[in-house]
C-alpha cells in the first residue's frame, strides 16, 4: 500500500485565510474612511472669535460667513446648544458628537455629509436654530446677532 500526499489538502484553510484577512482589510479601511471624516472636523476658535467680532460690530446685520473661510465648504449648519447628537446624525448620516456644546451655538462648515471645519459662537443669534439644527448654502450662509 503506497501513501500519497494529497497537493489540495492545505488548499481550504489556505482559501478561508485569505478571505479572514481580505474581510480584516476591508473593515480597516472602513473604519479609516470613518474616523477622517470624524477628524476632518477639527474644532477652530479662532474662526468663531473672528465671526463673532464682525457680528458684534454691526448688531442686526448680517454677517457672511463665507468672508471668514479659507477652506472649500458647500453648506453651513447651526446647531443650538440645545443639539443632541441625533441631531447630528440625522443631518449628515452618521453619529457624531465631536464638539457639540451645552452653552453654545455649534457651526459647521460642510462638504455634503463631510464635515470640513467647526466652531462655536455665543449664544446672541438674532435668531436661534431649531434643535434639529439648520443648514445654509455657502453662497447665502450668514449669522446675524441680536442688536443690544
Known sequence: MVVR??????????RTWVRTVGIA?????????VTLLIRGASID???GDRIEAAAREAPGEPVLL???TDFAWSQA??????????AVQAR???AWTHGLSADAVTLVFASGRTIERQTHLAPELDEM?????????AAEAEVTFRAP
Open 25 to 33: 482589510a476591508i473593515a480597516l479601511v472602513i473604519l479609516g474612511g
Open 66 to 68: 463665507a468672508e471668514f
Open 5 to 14: 500526499a494529497n497537493p489540495d489538502f492545505g488548499e481550504p484553510l489556505r
Open 129 to 137: 436654530p431649531p434643535p434639529r439644527g439648520i443648514c445654509q448654502p
Open 92 to 94: 449628515f448620516g452618521y
Open 45 to 47: 476658535e479662532g474662526l
Open 77 to 86: 449648519c447651526l446647531f443650538p446648544p440645545s443639539a443632541t447628537p441625533n
